[in-house]
């Protein structure tokens, strides 16, 4: 099973450009073309499984589409789509939105939201299929949010019922050590080698992170350098122990 984890920054671009006129105003361009791009070099892949970080849900920046929608469309398969936000910030033209969002040629059997109690970005989208159960996540830039968000995701994996992929953006400013509550649980990193996936152009952070419980081994694994986002996609073949 190929698993792609993308922070795609809501297919808006990245480069010098994106800070003109005003710092960070790019997150406002138009994304049509550019996420076009980005779905055509996804299914190139042949993934059976992505998960989006900072997808849009639908604004006019997408044409009024769910960007989650036209993968899956080119995929042949299913979408699911979380607002990443708490209850009341998600009422807020754009920033309702802005999410996470997993796209799979398998079919779910069940979709949860799990709020994790602290930060505006606090929901962990989670998609159940036949054989595991997938976490999307995009944590939070506070370091006391995201220490609680992690305390709270350890309990999530502490009370599994099927092989687990925890996946997403965990804004790991301070290293990947702060993600040891999660290893306490028996959740591996796929990246063993802990390479960086950000910024796209001189990667020095390892934020974005795939682990994976005991019964998933991986048998693949790369970061392409390639500059839809200003983050690395990671790519991921997995094989779930039956």
Do not use: W
């Not at 639908?58 to 699911?80: F, I, K, L, P, V």
């Not at 995009?138 to 609680?148: A, E, N, V, Y």
């Not at 502490?158 to 996946?167: D, N, Q, V």
């Amino acid at each position: 099973m190929r698993l792609i984890l993308y922070n795609v920054r809501y297919g808006t671009g990245t480069g010098l450009s994106y800070h003109v006129p005003a710092p960070f105003s790019g997150n406002f361009r138009r994304s049509t073309v550019r996420f076009k791009r980005i779905t055509d070099y996804l299914m190139n892949l042949s993934p059976d499984i992505i998960g989006l970080v900072e997808v849009d849900g639908g604004s006019y920046r997408h044409e009024g589409n769910c960007q989650a929608e036209t993968a899956a469309s080119s995929m042949g398969g299913h979408h699911r789509f979380a607002v990443k936000y708490g209850e009341g910030i998600s009422r807020i033209p754009v920033l309702r939105s802005q999410g996470n969002a997993i796209v799979s040629r398998l079919a779910p059997i069940k979709t949860d939201c799990h709020d994790l109690g602290r930060g505006m970005k606090r929901n962990a989208l989670e998609v159940v299929y036949s054989d595991f159960s997938l976490v999307l996540v995009h944590l939070s830039l506070g370091s006391r949010s995201r220490r609680h968000q992690i305390r709270t995701l350890r309990d999530l994996c502490s009370s599994r019922e099927k092989p687990l992929i925890l996946a997403g953006d965990y804004n790991t400013l301070s290293g990947p050590e702060e993600l040891a509550p999660l290893r306490e649980t028996g959740m591996t990193s796929v990246n063993e080698l802990g390479l960086p996936t950000y910024p796209c152009r001189k990667p020095r952070k390892e934020l974005d992170f795939v682990l994976i419980s005991e019964e998933i081994s991986a048998k693949g694994f790369s970061i392409p350098d390639v500059r839809f986002s200003d983050h690395l996609p990671l790519i991921c073949d997995l094989e779930i122990s039956h």
